[in-house]
């Protein structure tokens, strides 16, 4: 994994992942998504992350920072990207 790419802590059937991964893919945003029911340490870092809960998508920006059900706007800001 690039550590120059953020990456989208999500599960399959999760209608704010697939929004905000369609949006990403509009905007040109590069990412690498990782399933967490597929992954048991992903699934416990999300997990430490929310406080306990399991809450997607959960973002890991480059910068180690990390942000929880973003919008495009915030993903943008936080890359720096003009909006």
């Not at 929004?19 to 999300?46: H, M, Q, T, W, Y």
């Not at 910068?63 to 990207?81: F, Q, Y």
Request: aromatic share 6%.
């Amino acid at each position: 994994m690039s550590a120059d790419l953020m990456i989208m802590y999500s599960t399959p059937w999760c209608g704010y992942c697939h929004r905000l991964k369609g949006d990403l893919k509009r905007a040109g945003i590069e990412f690498v998504e990782v399933n967490i029911e597929d992954d048991p340490a992903s699934a416990d870092l999300v997990e430490k992350i929310n406080g306990g809960n399991q809450t997607v998508p959960t973002i890991l920006f480059p910068d180690g920072t990390s942000a929880t059900n973003p919008s495009l706007i915030e993903v943008k800001k936080r890359l720096g990207i003009s909006a």
